[in-house]
């Protein structure tokens, strides 16, 4: 994932307030990162969202008391998600879940294959298969974006809104929604970039 | 005016997120479940380092922070740095008016690693997150690489505001014109009736009857000198050779072009010393260089690097 440096300070100063006890700052990043991290691990959980509640709680749990160790490395997502796959793993053992995607399915080429296959053809289970994967490599992505980008995209894309309806559902002006929604769309193709190492027109072709 | 969204970037992904399809909604329960487990491990760790100041139920919270901040008579909210005169360390704060003279500039960080640049001859009031009136002169801004940030550099002038987009810019009022340059990236442009948008290498000047022109502007020339004069200094040491190559290509405009993979990759690793202090980027370029195994040609537009 691409790194900038203006995140990782906001991530930084939002961990210290954390950590220093600032509540408003404790909402800020539940608020952020819940739905955020909880999407994430349901595409790993094959959608059981008794299984991804027990590991997004374990995870956050895990990082508020680390919070004050953070230094602004990584991004505080990048964080949050690295813990929480290894809770994925210590969950499915603890309980004995055989998960086809314990291994995140970004790191394996065959899947990556199977999406390259995606146009060749349509009626194909091989076609269906990876149309599925590539449902999740987006909700992956979109799980990585802030939460305002995914949801005006969600907005836009899929709910086919107006940038006025945006404007009204985001309690934001017509302006500023046209200027989030733009940042939102390079960040997701960045994002996809990043993750998958590939365009994401490439996959349409 | 508006430029049409619809192209082939919005067709991709408009089918990427259709196959997705919504996103499924969090059960109230489950976030407010997970929201109580953790805020209690997040307050013992707290306690143990005597940090936490209160406890408010989490829907509470916002609305009763407000409260108190408004109801307490001797709260004094400090005031908050908007940023530092890059010359002197001083603090600009929002209400602060920027007037430069007609023998010197100020070039300015933003917090967040944004550089504000004024120019000689330059009225410009300071408001509150990242926003600036321009009275009179010009303006430029870079705003760096900040793909997910949220954040906006918002110029107004009497005519209208423009709002970047992650770029580089400068916004000019003169004569009741306003104008904004695009040098990488783009800039919305709104004068409460209309809007559009500046893409990379187009000028639009916001006349003060209504009118909109666009022109084409160079990216890399006399045009930015102003600008690249009053660029903050690229520090070295703690920077590859890549890393300076790049800046002198922000600052300048310039395609960065390496002959090879392997020179790209030898740069990566490479670094060199020293101060290029009182140095424009392309002197620097000169002085870096002569250090090194690599060889430039600058074509005007194109800075060229051999191993």
């Known amino acids: 994932m691409c790194v900038n440096t203006f995140q990782l300070k906001t991530d930084q100063k ?27 691990t349901l595409t790993r959980t094959d959608g059981n969202a008794d299984l991804a509640e027990e590991v997004v709680q374990r995870t956050m749990c895990i990082v508020v008391r680390k919070m004050g160790s953070y230094r602004g490395e990584a991004l505080l997502f990048t964080w949050l998600c690295q813990i929480c796959r290894n809770e994925l793993v210590s969950v499915f053992r603890q309980r004995g879940v055989v998960s086809r995607n314990s291994v995140p399915f970004e790191d394996v080429p065959e899947i990556r294959a199977a999406i390259e296959s995606i146009s060749e053809d349509p009626g194909s289970p091989e076609h269906s298969h990876a149309a599925t994967e590539l449902a999740r490599f987006v909700r992956v992505t979109l799980s990585h974006l802030p939460l305002r980008y995914a949801s005006v995209l969600e907005l836009k894309y899929i709910r086919g809104c107006s940038v006025a309806e945006i404007a009204t559902e985001m309690k934001m002006s017509t302006k500023a929604a046209e200027s989030v929604l733009s940042r939102a769309r390079a960040a997701f193709k960045e994002g996809f970039r990043s993750l998958w190492d590939f365009e994401p027109d490439f996959l349409l072709k | 005016m508006k430029k049409d969204m619809t192209d082939d970037n919005d067709t991709t992904l408009s089918a990427l997120l259709k196959l997705a399809g919504p996103t499924e909604e ?12 953790v805020r209690e491990e997040w307050e013992q760790t707290s306690k143990g380092s005597g940090a936490v100041r209160w406890a408010i139920p989490f829907a509470l919270a916002a609305s009763v922070l407000v409260a108190i901040a408004l109801n307490s008579p001797n709260t004094e909210l ?123 290498g187009e000028k639009m000047t916001l006349r003060s009857g209504g009118s909109i ?14 600008a690249v004069a009053l660029a903050p200094q690229f520090e070295l040491d703690n920077h590859t050779l890549l890393e300076f190559l790049k800046w002198v290509s922000r600052e300048t405009g310039m395609e960065l072009v390496f002959d090879s993979d392997e020179t790209r990759a030898v740069a990566r690793v490479s ?33 060229s690097i051999k191993n």
């Open chain 1, 14 to 40: 939002l961990a210290q307030r954390v950590a220093s006890g600032d509540v408003a700052a404790f909402d800020d990043f539940f608020r952020e990162y819940f739905p955020r991290l909880f999407r994430f």
């Open chain 2, 26 to 37: 969090i059960s109230a329960d489950v976030e407010q479940r997970v929201y109580s487990k």
């Open chain 2, 271 to 303: 670094k060199s010393h020293g101060s290029i202090q009182g140095l424009t980027p392309l002197e620097a370029v000169e002085a870096v260089l002569a250090t090194t195994q690599f060889i430039y040609s600058i074509d005007g537009k194109t800075i």
């Open chain 2, 213 to 226: 022109e666009i022109d084409e502007v160079q990216v890399a020339g006399a045009e930015w000198d102003w």
């Open chain 2, 78 to 200: 400090p005031v908050r740095s908007v940023g530092t005169y890059v010359q002197s360390g001083a603090s600009i704060v929002a209400g602060d008016l920027i007037d430069t003279d007609m023998d010197s500039g100020q070039s300015i960080a933003l917090n967040g690693d944004i550089s504000l640049r004024v120019d000689k001859n330059t009225r410009l009031e300071v408001g509150d997150e990242g926003e600036f009136t321009l009275l009179a002169g010009r303006i430029y801004v870079d705003t760096g690489d900040r793909i997910y940030q949220d954040r906006h550099v918002i110029v107004h002038t009497a005519n209208g505001t423009a709002t970047d987009i992650g770029t580089q810019f400068s916004v000019a009022f003169v004569n009741a014109d306003m104008s904004v340059a695009v040098r990488e990236g783009q800039v919305d442009l709104s004068d409460g009736q209309q809007s559009s948008s500046a893409m990379r």
